[in-house]
C-alpha cells in the first residue's frame, strides 16, 4: 500500500468495493431459512390472487432488511472513522458522544410513556424510531455545549461531557426499565441490544429517506477527507497548513452524529460496527481519510448485511441480536487482519 | 518581511510578553533564545496566527495579521512542529503532501504541481529514501525533517521553527542549520526558529532574539546580542564568551561547591 492515493486509484477501489457489496447483497438475499429459486424470483411478482411465493420473501422481507443493514453498517462505519479522527483516539466510537444514551432514552420513552404513538411521522417511520433520532440529537448538541462551556471545545472535554451525559441518560433508562411492565421491558431491552428485523415493518420509503441521508452525510464527510488527515496532527497544525478548524470540526462532528442518529433511530444499538470497520479499513488501505471514508462505508455495508444474515439464519427459527453477532463474528475477523497487517505498524502515542 | 510592533500577550492572570518590538526583513533568519517560560513558543504562536496579541500588532508583507484567514496565511507562513507521532501513522510522503492542503484540487486531490513540490521538498531534506514507510517506523531525527519538507512543500516565504534541532545529534543539528541556510540563500526564505542551541544558532542566524520575561528582551544582529553579559542577563547564569577555532562560543559556568 506505497502507492501514492490518487483519485484514479481511488475511483478503481472504490468500484471494486461496490462490486463486493452488490455481491454480498444479493448473495443475502437468497439466503435464509426459506429455501428460494433464482429463476421464480426474476419471474416477477405473479398473476394477483396467486402471489409468487419466491419473489415475496426476496423483494418484500429481505431485501428491505438488507438494505436496512447496509444503511446502518455505511452510517455506522463512516462516523466512526470520523469521530476517531476528530477526537484523535483510536477508541471512539459513533456512540462516544452520548448518542447510544440519548437514542435509547428517545425510544425508552416511546415505548413506555402512554399517548406518544401519536407522534409518528404518519406512514414513514414509527414513533420509537421519531423519539430515538430526536433524543440522539438533542444528546450530541448537549455534549457539544457542554465541551464548549466546560473547556473551550478541546477535544478531552468533550470527551469528558460524553462520558458524564452518557452514564446519566444510561442511570434514567436502567430507571424506566425498573418501573416497567412486562411487554413494555422486553420491546425496550430487544430495542436496546440492537436489531435490523423489523426492517419490513418500516417500509420501503423510510429506509430510502435513510439511505438518502446517510449516503449524502458520506460524500460530505469525504469532502472533509484532506482536512481530516491533517487534524490528526492536532488543531493547531491543522491551521497553519491553512484548514479552517473550527468549521471542519462543527460540520464533521453534525454530519457524523446526524448520521449515526439515522443509524441508531432504525436499528438500536449495533455495537463494534462503528469501532472495528474503519480500523481493519485502516490496517488494509492506510490511514488516508480521503480513502477510508468511502472504503469503511462500503465496507461496513457489507459486514453488517453479512452478520444480520447470520443473525437470521444460525438459530432459526429463532433469531439472534445481530448486536452479538458483529461482535461474535467481527472480533476473530480482526483479529486475523491485525495479525496480517500489523506488522510494523504502530498506532503510535497522541 | 515581518514586523512585531509593540507586541504584547497575557493569559489569564499572566504576563508572558510585554511590549515586544522587532523586524524581521524577507531573507533574514532570526534565532529566537531564552529560559524556558519566556513566551518563545508563545512568540511562534502569535507569529503562526495561532493567537491574538493583548496588544500591538503583527503585519506579514504589509498585511495586517488580522486581514489573513487561514488559507492565505498558511500560503505566507509555515510552521515546523516539534516532534510528535500522530495516532494514526501516516507515511511520510503522505505526511509531506499533507503541506499542500490548502491546494488540493476540487475533490481533494493533488495536482501534477503539488507532486512535484513535495518530491522537490523530500529531496531537499533528504528524507525521499524512505518516502514509503510510516511515521512510526522511523527516528525522532528523521521525523524531524519529514515536518521540515512539509513546511517547504507548502511553499511559503516564511518558516517558522519551534526547537527544530531538539532531538537531533550533533551530525543532524549541524546538517539542519545547513539545510536552513541553504533555504535562505538559494530559496530566498525568511526564517524564524526557536533554539536552545545558542553557539550553533549563532552561525548561522542573522538576528537574533533574546527573550528573558516581561520586558526583558534584547533583539538586534547576531554580533550584538550574542554577548555574554547579554545572555547572562537573559538566563541568569553566568558564562564565558571566548573565540575557538574561529567561531565565537558561550560556555555556561557551574557554581562549584566551596
Known sequence: ?350 | MIEVHGVSFHYPGQEVLRQITFNVPAGRFLAVAGPNGSGKTTLVRLLGGLLKPSAGRIVIDGAAMGSYNARTLAQKIAVVRQDMIPSFAYTVYETVMMGRTCHFGPLGFETEQDRQLVLAAMRETEVEAFGSRRLTQISGGERQRVYLARALAQDTPIMLLDEPTSFLDLRHRVRFFDLLRRLQSAQGKTIVAITHDLNLAAQYCDEMLLLGGPGRSEHGPVGEVFRAERIEACFGVKVIQGRLGGVDVVLPVGTKPS
Not at chain 1, 454480498?24 to 416477477?44: K, S
Open chain 1, 1 to 350: 500500500m506505497s502507492r501514492p492515493l490518487t483519485g484514479r486509484l481511488l475511483a478503481a477501489q472504490v468500484a471494486a468495493s461496490v462490486g463486493v457489496l452488490v455481491a454480498v447483497v444479493l448473495a443475502c438475499c437468497l439466503v435464509g431459512t426459506q429455501p428460494v429459486d433464482i429463476g421464480r424470483v426474476l419471474a416477477g411478482p405473479g398473476p394477483a390472487g396467486s402471489p409468487n411465493l419466491d419473489y415475496e420473501i426476496v423483494v418484500r422481507i429481505r431485501l428491505p432488511r438488507v438494505m436496512l443493514a447496509g444503511v446502518v453498517g455505511m452510517a455506522l462505519s463512516c462516523a466512526g472513522a470520523v469521530f476517531q479522527a476528530l477526537l484523535r483516539n483510536p477508541l471512539a466510537d459513533p456512540y462516544i458522544l452520548g448518542i447510544s444514551s440519548g437514542a435509547g432514552l428517545g425510544a425508552a420513552v416511546a415505548v413506555m410513556v402512554p399517548g406518544i404513538a401519536a407522534w409518528s411521522l404518519e406512514g414513514v417511520v414509527g414513533p420509537v424510531t421519531c423519539l430515538a433520532f430526536a433524543g440522539a440529537l438533542a444528546t450530541v448538541g448537549l455534549v457539544s455545549a457542554i465541551g464548549r462551556v466546560a473547556g473551550g471545545g478541546g477535544t478531552t472535554s468533550l470527551l469528558l461531557a460524553g462520558v458524564v451525559v452518557n452514564a446519566f441518560l444510561s442511570a434514567v433508562i436502567l430507571f424506566l426499565i425498573s418501573v416497567a411492565g412486562g411487554h413494555q421491558l422486553q420491546t425496550t431491552i430487544f430495542w436496546l441490544m440492537g436489531h435490523l428485523n423489523t426492517a419490513a415493518l418500516q417500509g420501503g420509503r423510510a429506509i430510502g429517506l435513510a439511505a438518502l441521508i446517510v449516503v449524502a452525510g458520506a460524500v460530505v464527510l469525504f469532502r472533509l477527507g484532506p482536512a481530516l488527515n491533517v487534524l490528526s496532527f492536532g488543531h493547531s497544525d491543522a491551521q497553519t497548513v491553512g484548514v479552517h478548524v473550527k468549521a471542519v470540526h462543527r460540520t464533521a462532528l453534525g454530519v457524523a452524529s446526524l448520521v449515526t442518529a439515522v443509524a441508531v433511530s432504525f436499528s438500536g444499538l449495533v455495537g463494534f460496527v462503528g469501532l472495528v470497520v474503519p480500523h481493519a479499513v485502516r490496517l488494509v488501505f492506510g490511514p488516508d481519510h480521503r480513502r477510508l471514508i468511502p472504503l469503511a462505508g462500503l465496507y461496513g455495508a457489507a459486514f453488517l448485511i453479512v452478520a444480520d444474515t447470520f443473525a437470521r439464519v444460525v438459530v432459526a427459527p429463532a433469531e439472534l441480536p445481530v448486536g452479538v453477532v458483529t461482535a461474535m463474528v467481527g472480533g476473530p475477523f480482526f483479529l486475523v487482519l491485525l495479525a496480517r497487517y500489523a506488522r510494523g505498524r504502530r498506532w503510535g502515542q497522541g
